[in-house]
């Protein structure tokens, strides 16, 4: 996996959390994770096809999720139902759409698929053989995990 890959979606992240939170952010200490299993109860996964293939995967727990779908709804949501889900695909769109931009700009052909919201409790996806490097970004709002998995083709 090329670290130019990750780096955007990464920024990306960063970039557009300080912006719907509203408060500063910043990025943990990347690891690689041994076994591709993802951790969290609410999952946005995004598919990434083009000169490498894989998954971006924003993992989290419930309290942040609601905490981060009430700062960009402007109101408080109770749960991640309905709209709370929509808001929460939104966010990987301006995320995904963000490094997308970045990557293609660099010469780097790669398209995204929509992204899929997950949430259930102790929820787990496994992406067997695949590197996967993991970075937890840190905001008030509680840590959000970007989890990059791709291979080269």
């Known amino acids: 996996m090329r670290f130019e890959y990750i780096e955007p979606f990464v920024n990306s992240t960063k970039n557009v959390l300080k912006g719907v939170l509203r ?9 690689l994770v041994e076994g591709g299993v993802i951790n969290g109860e609410v999952m946005i996964i995004v598919h990434v096809a083009g000169e ?26 109770a749960s991640l139902t309905g709209e709370g889900l929509d808001i929460m695909a939104e966010l ?11 990557l293609n700009d660099l010469g ?15 929820l787990r996806e496994k992406t067997a053989g695949v590197e996967m490097v993991r970075i937890p970004i840190r905001s008030s709002h509680g840590e959000i995990f970007v989890n990059v998995a791709m291979r080269t083709n």
């Open 23 to 31: 408060s500063e952010v910043a990025s943990g200490r990347t690891s």
């Open 52 to 77: 490498s293939e894989g998954s971006v995967i924003l993992s989290m727990d419930s309290p942040t999720a609601v905490n981060v779908c009430s700062a960009m709804s402007g109101a408080p949501c």
């Open 92 to 102: 990987a769109n301006m995320i995904t759409g963000n490094a997308t931009s970045v």
């Open 108 to 122: 780097y052909d790669f398209t995204m698929s929509p992204p899929i919201v997950l949430a259930a409790t102790q």
